[in-house]
Every structure is written in structure tokens, then in C-alpha cells.
């Protein structure tokens, strides 16, 4: 992740389970730091171009699943790295915990990732092989595979940033300060999942994560079904088919409730 924020922002949603809406409208009065209790009460809807007035890109959705707002706990290491984000921030209560910030070139550069893996282009019309993730292999080769272009990318930005090649303004969306999430997929999160080998995971599988890692845990069923906001059991039920121990959780699971002598310290 090419910055902190996001880098938080990512935790926070493997942590809570949120939907993208809920997770980008958040603010900082929803979490509560002495109890650590996050209220869920508000989703962020983004509508398409065409389908807004000027300035009314973002619409804020009271209650967005059934009417019905939520509240569960966060564990005390992100509940704590929120809290220092708050501070380290000088955010006002009425503030989103999230925001949208725009890239410099050279952040969006680097979060392409590094030089390219060993490895040589095909033959050109010369018969000659560069090394993928150089400026040979994107201008003799004439390679645009990521590394090549990346490569191509890194160069172009120091020399803009020296004051050379017509240094280009930084690019901003218009919005009201919620993050756009088209922007955040192709600015942050797939050269992000590129760098880190992680092909074809979506945003949306960090809440898919949450739920599977708390029923792994051992976490009861409707506890789950609450944190993440489902109407129906059903729907939470879907996950554990997704556990190859599932079977072994729940026998540990009775094993505990049947033996617990077992779980008595020495």
C-alpha cells in the first residue's frame, strides 16, 4: 500500500468485516476508544456520472442494511491504531476516519511495485533479448508488460520531479472527501495486489476473510451473523462450507464445553 491511511484502511476492513459504503463512511463519533465498540449506522452510496446533480456525487444512506444500525468490538490493536490516526491527524468527531488522497506521480509509480523478476523478452526483429523491468526492454523490445512499463513510469517521474519533462499536476476526482471506489481499486489496490502475488482478490474478499477467520476461530455462528449485518443465518452458514476444519473447530468446541478441567491452568 503506497500510503499509511490506506494501509490502516485495509486492516480495518480485514478486521471489521465492513462493506466498502460502510467501511469509507465511517466517522470519527462511530468508534468509541474507551469501550472499543464501532457503531455501524450509515453507508456511502457512490452513483454513476450522469445520475447526480453537480457536487452530489456521494449520497450517505442512514441504516444501510434493513433499517437496522449495528454495534460490535473491535480488537484492541487496530481499536489503538485508530485512535493514533485520530490524533496523528487532528480529525474532529464529525470527520470521515477515511479520505480521499490524491497520488503524487512518484507514490503511484512506486506502488507498481519493483524491477521486474528474472527474465528476458522474446527476439526482436534483431534477434536480441533485454531484461524485463528496464528502459532497453520498454524502448528497444518495445515490452509493455507491467515491469517494463513500470520501469518506464519510474523514470519519466524523477525527471518530472527534477523539474524536467513538463512535470504533470497531480490528478484529483471530484468528490466530497469519501474515497471513490473505482479509483481506490486501480490507483491502490491492484498494483498493490500485483506487488504482493495475491491475483484475482477483490476488496470485498477482506469481509469474506473476516467471516471465515471467526468461524475458524470458533466464533458462534449468530455472533458473526451480527457483526457483518446479514438478514438471514443462511447467508452467514455459506462460510463455513468455505473451512476445510470446520468439522475439527466444532469437536474442539465441545470438547471444551464437556471437559473443562481440560482448560484449567496446572
Known sequence: MPKGDFRLLVETDIESGLRWGELTELRVRDLNPATRILTVSRAVVELRSGEHPPGSRFVVKEYPKDKEYRRFKLSAQIAAKLAAHVKANGLGRDDLLFSYQPLSRPEAVASAGADGPPGMTDPDERGRCYRHGTLTAYNAARCRCEHCRG????YRAVRRA???DGPRSTRTRDTDGHIPADWFRRQVWYPAREKAGLDGVRVHDLRHAH?????AGGADIQVVKERLGHASIV???RYLHTLPTADETALAALSRIRNPQLQRPA
Open 151 to 154: 520501469a518506464y513510469a519510474r
Open 162 to 164: 527534477a523539474g524536467k
Open 211 to 215: 467471516a471465515s477467520w471467526l468461524l
Open 235 to 237: 447467508t452467514t452458514e
